[in-house]
């Protein structure tokens, strides 16, 4: 199944599952219920439950960083059905066939929907094995939001969709696949959902062909392994990511020269044009921290990716990095977990078994790039093995041939691609196959770089990737790949980065100015640029340049005075950064999130609140026109100082130095003194200013 094209199940097809025989309460607490096909074990939480059926995994691959304890519980039943009860839960289940419903307090968190049919009773199959893996259904209120799943470009809320937690190399953010997932959702009614799987997912989210009235999941694994999470708490939202985190692992905080802006793209040709930019950034006096060598930059296409710079153009790469590093600039670098057959390296690492085999031959596979997405710009790829990170010396021999870089003055690593495997004739060496190792290759990748930096990086640990699986919010940060140079590009990698963080994952930049497709609209690019100043990362970055200067005079100033209040907001930032690692909560975060005794705020999904006190409202249309909601209280307007009354809608049009940004009155803002870059300073070091 991983052609998106998911066909309308019939669903009075599905035998659903059924109970034989009374629950047993194991020493362990886990409770047991015979199935025709197995044993479904049910372990109860302090705030939710785990139920589990079907083959045990090959492997997990680390996905779950801490199990909560598993509480003594009172079981009570027959053949027919049982009752789970804790000091604060309680699980009812139903034996034939299936079905459930779920209480705390004496409140109802989550039930089987009984959305009937009218010549059966249940519409959806509560539980059931099909032949892909397993199907389970939820309830879902009519007026219910449910929000999640990983990077999506549309709604937030994703009632009434059909989303499919599977990576892809987009090739934009206009449709529903993406470069990130995850099988985790929620909703403010009180309950999570994650899926723990490396698997592909389909969410059929009140998605009215399957029901309306259901959220269903269909898991194309033999392993059922399902965590309901419930809260009672205020901020549902807040709580069940915190819960999420707690499980899959919360973000470290990035090193605070990460927090500058990154200079990116596609791509600088050779070192003349590197350094010749570099200089211009500081003669411009356009702020920025981090210079980046994208793709061809540093690497030869046709024999990359195998750690080394292309001697036709940096015979004595140290030179050029020493030149950088003396004009301020951290360096990132790119690479992909491909190896060219063209390379040496590429035989090497067969013969050692450290690429992904090829069943058919049991050789190392050979990936044939799709050549339609390339270019004049974008050069064809050369076939190439992919690297096994389930192989353990595979795995330590990428991480420390990364090594030498970090030596050579590297500070940062975009970690690119990552969701190539997918032919089902693709082996590991822990046995897995193609679509299986899918979704979690991506984070064993990121895992992979991520522990290279923290072993080797000078300056504190910290990379880009572009793909993304439950669990690699551990390995910050992502960035939105590929959005075209457009306002609807601006406005769904946004969303995308808003939905990212909704997931479970709290740091996330956009390609300021847009990937592809570049018309060098000056308007585009300041209004690209102001939103991304309230990002957790910000980089520039597409096809073309995206030096302020380029797209002419006034574009210029309105861009580099947004660079400069990016600078002035470090402080604030990095508060809300140590937030993010501790809560789970993300630093751009969604008006349900930041609001949640507010549902009238929640509708308005394409603006965010930056942290806890500064509301952002992106300009995604010409002439500066952007419409904005006010919760309750009172706000001003962050470059004006005008005060606003909240509860309220305001429709603004903007000149193109202002944005529709305001601050809690009575916030305490911390700004820094404009800086031009950190200079190896640290935040704290630097001087304030009143706001």
Partial sequence: MSDFSIPVPAWNDIPQIKCHGSAVCQDNNQVSIPLEEGVLTISMYTSGFRIQAGQNRKDEYGMLKQLPEVLSCNVYGDDTQTRIETAQQTLEILHNPFQFRFSRHDELVQKTPNDGHFVRPLRLPPLAKVDDG??????????????????????????GQLVRSFNHDALGVNAEISYKNTPF??????????????????????????S???YSVLIEDETLDIFVFASDKTNVGADILDQYTNLTGKAPVPPEWSMGVILSKAYYKDAEELLATAKAVREQKMPCDVITLDGRAWQDTDTRFAFEWDPTRYPDPKV????????????CIWEYPLVSVKNPLFQKMADKGWLLKDTRTGEAFRYQWDMSAF?????????????????????????????????LGVDMIKADFGEQVEDPHMVAHNGETGLALHNV???????????????????GPFLFSRSAWTGSQCYPAQWGGDPQADWGGLAANIRGGISWGLSGAPFYATDVGGFFKDTRDPELYVRWCQAGVFSAHMRLHGIGQREPWSYGDEARDAANAALKLRYQILPYLQKTMAVASESGLPVQRAMVLAFPDDPAAWAFEDQFMFGEDILVAPVYRTQGKVTVYLSKGDWIKLDTKQRYSGAQVLKLQLPLSEMAVFVKAGAQLELMKPVEHLNNQTIAQLERVSW
């Fill in 134 to 159: 397993w199907l389970m259904s939820f309830d879902l209120q009519s007026d219910e939001a449910v929000y999640g799943l990983g990077e999506k470009w549309g709604k937030l809320n994703k009632r």
């Fill in 185 to 210: 959702c929620w909703s403010p009614e009180g309950w999570g959902v994650f899926v723990h799987t490396p698997a592909p997912v389909t969410h059929g989210v009140g998605y009215a062909p399957w």
């Fill in 212 to 214: 309306q009235r259901a």
């Fill in 320 to 331: 050029v990095l020493d030149q950088l590093k003396a004009m301020d600039y951290k360096i």
């Fill in 375 to 407: 270019g004049e710009v974008l050069t064809p790829l050369p076939e190439s093995g992919i690297v096994d990170f389930t192989h353990p010396d595979a795995f330590a021999f990428w991480r420390e041939s990364h090594k030498p870089l970090f030596d």
């Fill in 441 to 459: 290759y991506a984070l064993l990748y990121n895992r992979c770089v991520y522990e290279a930096a923290e072993k080797y990086s000078q300056n």
